[in-house]
C-alpha cells in the first residue's frame, strides 16, 4: 500500500497501539476510584454532622413539619345529611340480595369518595344529654310564636312531614311563598336529628318509641317484650345468675331494634354493641347512638363480622328474624366464633315457645316444631346446651372446655372443625366459612367461669396479651398508669371530658384500651378501634371487659353522621398516613363527629400544621398544647367541630 504521494508506508504494530491504550485505561479507572473515594467519604462526613445535630439539639428536627396547601371544603348537598358512603343505599342496586349482601360494607372507588361536609339536619339541635337521652331524643320542633305571626300575616299549614299552605283571600300564593321561605328558612322549620319517622309509624303497636310534641320516647317496649323492657331482662337475670354478679360485662344484641335491650343493661353494668343492618327502618343504629348507646351498623351475611373470636360473654337475638338453620347454620357459626368459651346466646321470639304463638307468625304448629328442633340440633353439633328456658326466652351456653369438639374430627361430622389455614381473629372482609372455630386451648383464663368479675377485669393482665408481639404483663400495667395520667392532662385541657357533655367516645387506633380504662368512672363509653393493618390487641380489649371493632381508617366507619360527641386519635397519622390520605381520614372524622363535638388529635410534631390546615377547612376551630410531659416531638391538638346550616349547594 503507498500512501498517495506515492511514498511507501509502513504498518504500525498492533500491540504497540493497544499497550498505550490499556495503560490510559488503568490511569482513568484508578483516577475515578479515587475521585469516588474522595467524595463519598466527604458525603459520609456530612450525614455524621446532621445526626450529630440532631441528637445534640432535640428541639431542633432535622425533618420540616409537613406543609399542606389550606383547602375550604364546599358542603355536601342536603341530600347527604345521613350519608353512610359504605353502607350507601344508593348503591344497592350495585349488588345482589342473595343472602341481603348488598347490605354488607361496599366501599366507593377512591375517584367517587365525597371531598365535602356532611350537613346537619335543618334546624339540628345538639342532642339532649345522658341520662335523660336515654329516654327521648329530638325529632322535630316548631316554633309556636313563628307559627302565629304567620297565621296572622295569611299563612296558615298544617304542620305535618312537610309544609301544605292554604289559601286565604287578599294574599297572593307567590307571596305566600316568598313570605315562607323568607321567614322559615332562616330559623328553620324545626329540629331532626333523627330525620325518619318510618320505624315509629311500623312499631307505634309494639310500644319501640313514641313521637309526642318535638321528640321521640321510649318507653322500653319491644317485639317480644310488651310489659317493657326492664321486665323482659329481670326475667332474663332469672334464668342466668351471672348477669347480676359481674360474671357477664360484654353482649351484642343482632337486630337491635332502638336498642332498648342495651339501653337497659348499662345500668345493670353490661356493656352492649348493639349492631343493625341500614334496612328500611332506617334508623336503628342512628336511634341508638342518639340515645347514646352503644351501636354500630352491620349485619351477618357474608362476611365476618368486625369483631375477633371468644369476644363477647353474651349474644342476644329478639326475634332479630336472621334465619339461624338456614345456608348450614352459618351465621350461628359466627355467633359461636365472637362468643367466649362458656358464654350465653339468648333467643326470644320464633321458634322458642312455638306452642303458644305460631298462630300469631303466620306460620302451622307442625313447621314451628320442627324449625325448634332442627335449631336445638344444630346447637347441639356446635357444642352449645341448653341452659334454661322460660315463656319467651331461651338461653343456651357455648362449651367451656374443648373435649367437646373432638367429635367435629368424624368423617360424616357437621358442621366440621375449622383447619389452621384462617386465623380465627381475622375479620375484615373475612368470608364466613361452614365450620366451627374451636378455641385455642391455650385460652384458659378468658373462659367465662375463669375470668376476673367486673370491675376486677378492667385493670387484671389478660393473657391473651402473650399472643400479641411485643406484649407482657408489665407492658400491660405501663400502658394503664400512662393513661391515667394522659386521662387526667385531657380533662385540664378540654374540662367538657368527664361531664354531661361529652357521652359517645372513639378511640380511634387503641392498643389496649387504655384511654377507655382511664375514663371508666365518667358518664360516657368508648368504642375502641384497632386498626385491621396493626398488632390484633382487640381480644386485650375485650377481655378486659370492654368494647371496641376492626377498622380500617382507608374506609369510611360503619355508622351514621353526627353520632359521636369525642374522637380521640394518638399517633394515627404516624402509623397510617403511608396507606391513608389524611385528608380523607379528617373528612371522615367530621362526617361523624356532632356539631359542637371534640376530638383530641395526639400526633407527631411533624404532622401538626397539616391537620391545623385541613381542619380550618372543615370550619374546626384548634388550638395546640403541650403533653403532658411538654416534649417537642409530640403534640396535641383540640378540636371543636362548629354547627352550621346547610346552603343547599349541589354535592362535589
Known amino acids: 500500500m503507498k500512501h498517495k504521494d506515492g511514498k511507501p508506508g509502513s504498518h504500525p504494530d498492533k500491540n504497540s497501539r493497544a499497550f498505550p491504550m490499556a495503560m490510559m485505561f488503568v490511569v482513568l479507572c484508578g483516577l475515578s476510584f479515587y475521585l469516588g473515594g474522595i467524595f463519598c467519604s466527604e458525603r459520609d462526613k ?33 341530600d347527604y345529611q345521613d350519608y353512610t358512603p359504605c353502607t350507601d343505599p344508593r348503591r344497592w342496586k350495585k349488588y345482589g340480595n342473595h343472602r341481603l349482601t348488598f347490605m354488607e360494607r361496599h366501599c366507593p372507588p377512591v375517584f367517587e369518595r365525597k371531598e365535602c361536609l356532611v350537613p346537619p339536619p335543618e334546624g339540628y339541635k345538639p342532642p339532649i344529654t345522658w341520662p335523660k337521652s336515654r329516654d327521648q331524643c329530638w325529632y322535630r320542633y316548631y316554633d309556636p310564636f313563628l307559627i302565629l305571626f304567620l297565621s296572622f300575616h295569611g299563612i296558615i ?18 307571596a305566600r311563598l316568598k313570605m315562607l321561605v323568607s321567614l322559615i328558612l332562616p330559623c328553620g322549620p324545626g329540629f331532626r336529628n333523627v330525620p325518619y319517622d318510618w320505624i315509629n309509624k311500623q312499631k307505634s303497636n309494639q310500644n319501640w318509641l313514641r313521637k309526642e310534641g318535638e321528640k321521640f320516647l321510649f318507653p322500653g317496649g319491644g317485639t317480644m317484650f310488651p310489659r317493657g323492657v326492664g321486665a323482659y331482662v329481670d326475667l332474663m337475670q332469672d334464668l342466668i345468675p351471672e348477669m347480676k354478679d359481674g ?19 348499662l345500668d345493670r353494668g353490661i356493656l352492649t354493641v348493639s349492631l343493625a343492618p341500614r334496612d328500611n327502618h332506617e334508623a336503628q343504629v342512628q336511634f341508638a347512638l342518639e340515645r347514646g348507646i352503644p351501636a354500630i351498623l352491620g349485619i351477618i351475611s357474608t362476611q365476618r363480622l368486625p369483631f375477633p373470636s371468644n369476644a363477647f360473654d353474651m349474644a342476644h337475638c329478639s ?25 350465653f346466646w339468648v333467643l326470644s321470639g320464633p321458634p322458642v315457645n312455638y306452642e ?31 341452659y334454661d328456658k322460660k315463656d319467651d326466652i331461651a338461653v343456651w351456653q357455648k362449651a367451656s372446655d374443648n373435649s367437646c369438639y373432638s367429635k367435629l374430627t368424624y368423617p360424616d361430622a357437621y358442621p366440621p372443625k375449622c383447619d389452621d389455614s384462617l386465623e380465627p381473629d381475622s375479620a375484615w372482609y373475612t368470608p364466613l366459612r361452614p365450620c366451627v372455630v374451636v378455641p385455642s386451648p391455650r385460652i384458659k383464663k378468658s373462659v367465662m367461669e375463669s375470668i376476673p368479675k367486673w ?3 378492667l385493670h387484671v393482665t389478660p393473657e391473651r396479651i402473650l399472643d400479641v408481639h411485643g406484649g407482657s404483663a408489665s407492658a400491660f400495667k405501663h400502658d394503664d398508669s400512662k393513661w391515667k395520667i394522659r386521662a387526667k392532662h385531657y380533662k385540664k385541657l378540654l374540662p367538657a371530658l368527664g361531664s354531661d357533655k361529652i357521652r359517645n367516645v372513639m378511640d380511634m387506633n387503641t392498643v389496649y384500651g387504655g384511654f377507655a380504662a382511664a375514663v371508666i368512672d365518667d358518664p360516657l363509653w368508648v368504642m375502641n378501634v384497632v386498626s385491621s393493618y396493626a398488632a390484633n390487641t382487640l381480644p386485650v380489649v375485650f377481655d378486659r371487659g370492654l368494647i371496641g371493632t376492626f377498622h380500617d381508617w382507608c374506609e369510611a366507619f360503619s355508622t351514621y353522621p353526627r353520632t359521636y360527641d369525642l374522637l380521640h386519635l394518638d399517633g394515627l397519622f404516624t402509623a397510617e398516613s403511608h396507606r391513608c390520605d389524611m385528608k380523607y381520614v379528617l373528612l371522615e372524622m367530621d362526617r361523624i363527629l356532632r356539631p359542637a363535638g371534640y376530638a383530641i388529635i395526639r400526633e407527631s410534631s411533624y404532622f401538626m400544621d397539616a391537620i391545623s390546615t385541613i381542619a380550618r377547612g372543615m ?28 346552603s343547599n349547594q349541589s354535592s362535589r
Open 46 to 78: 456530612i450525614e455524621v454532622k446532621d445526626v450529630a445535630k440532631v441528637v445534640s439539639s432535640p428541639k431542633e428536627s432535622s425533618v420540616a413539619p409537613l406543609q399542606i396547601k389550606s383547602t375550604a371544603f364546599p358542603e355536601c348537598s342536603s
Open 157 to 174: 299549614f298544617r304542620l305535618n312531614s312537610r309544609f301544605e299552605i292554604q289559601c286565604l283571600p287578599g294574599i297572593s300564593w307567590n
Open 247 to 265: 360474671t357477664i360485662r360484654t353482649a351484642i344484641d343482632t337486630g337491635c331494634g332502638v336498642a332498648s335491650w342495651g339501653g337497659d343493661l
Open 319 to 343: 326475634r332479630c328474624l336472621i334465619p339461624w338453620t338456614e345456608f348450614g347454620g352459618i351465621y350461628l357459626l359466627e355467633v359461636h366464633r365472637i362468643l367466649r368459651p362458656g358464654g
Open 356 to 386: 303458644n304463638h305460631w298462630r300469631g307468625w303466620n306460620t302451622t304448629v307442625e313447621e314451628q316444631k320442627s324449625d325448634y328442633e332442627k335449631l336445638q340440633e344444630l346447637l347441639t353439633s356446635m357444642c352449645f346446651k341448653l
Open 455 to 457: 370491675p376486677q377485669r
Open 619 to 646: 370550619r374546626w376551630s384548634c388550638r395546640g398544647e403541650d403533653t403532658e410531659y411538654g416534649v417537642e416531638k409530640e403534640k396535641i391538638l383540640i378540636c371543636q367541630k362548629k354547627l352550621w346550616h346547610s
